[in-house]
Structures are given as C-alpha cells and as structure tokens.
C-alpha cells in the first residue's frame, strides 16, 4: 500500500528532514515551501469529487508565507476535503494560544517544533495502522496480507 503525504513546510532544513522521515517509512510526499505553491490551493475549484481522499496524510506548518497552515486545511474543508481529520498534523515554533485551540477542537494533531521526533513518529504509526487496517477491511480481510 502506498501512503501518500501532503507536506507544507517553508523552512527548506525541516521539509527535508521530514521528506527523509516520511520516504524512509514508505511515503510519497508531495512537498510545497507555501501553501499557496500547491496544485490543492492555486486552482479555486479544485474540489475533491472522489470518494477517497487525495492524499492520506495532510502536515502543515502554521506560520507560513500568504497563509498559515490552519488557513490551509480549514479552506480545503470547505472544498470538501477527504482526508481523515486524525491524519492532518500542523506543526509551529511559535504556537498562538488561539490556534493551537481551534487546531485541537477541529481534531487535528498538533506539534510543537523543534520537533519530538519520536512523538511524531508514534502519531505517524497509528495513522498508517488505521490505514492498513482501513485497506484490509474494504477488501474483506483482517490479516496483513497484500494488496486487494
């Protein structure tokens, strides 16, 4: 199974250091240095029609250039985004009480940079356990065998 990993970051040393994190446990990232760099935000309609999400994982930092990262997944919820809300994470260094709040209510994981990356890597492991798990139930299995 193929994880597919949305990943806004406009720092170029920690997008790097989570694309190695990401490929190393299987990942296609998609990475963007801004949100408004990526194909979901600069085409207005894009609107997900699918019955499943784009990517499965959505991480975003939140102070970002032209819009923070809560700005970014709170527009493609609006559009109708099919990304698990357990499978978003928006991360900062320089966290505001009041995003850090909405964040939380809305469900989505947050992180504190510099990161913990074992925390960080727990989080990741549930997701793709749900995931797996998600995969062999609409296949009609409950082992881990492969594909459909």
Known sequence: MEIRTLLLEDDGNTR??????LTERGHRVFSYAS??????????????EKTSPCVDFLLTDNQMPGMSGLQFIQLQ???????????????SGDWRYEDIKIA???????????FNLAEF???LDIGEQRLKTRQNRS??????????
Do not use: M
């Not at 790097?16 to 994190?21: A, F, H, K, Y």
């Not at 949100?35 to 997900?48: A, M, N, S, V, W």
């Not at 296949?139 to 459909?148: K, L």
């Open 139 to 148: 296949c009609g299995r409950s082992d881990s065998g492969t594909g459909c």
């Open 16 to 21: 790097s250091l989570l694309e190695t994190i």
């Open 104 to 114: 939380q209510s809305l469900g989505y994981r947050t992180f504190a940079k510099p």
């Open 77 to 91: 919820a609006e559009r109708g985004c099919k990304i698990s809300v357990n499978n978003k994470a928006i991360f």
């Open 121 to 123: 890597n727990h989080w």
């Open 35 to 48: 949100p408004l760099l990526c194909p979901l935000y600069k085409e207005p309609d894009c609107r997900c």
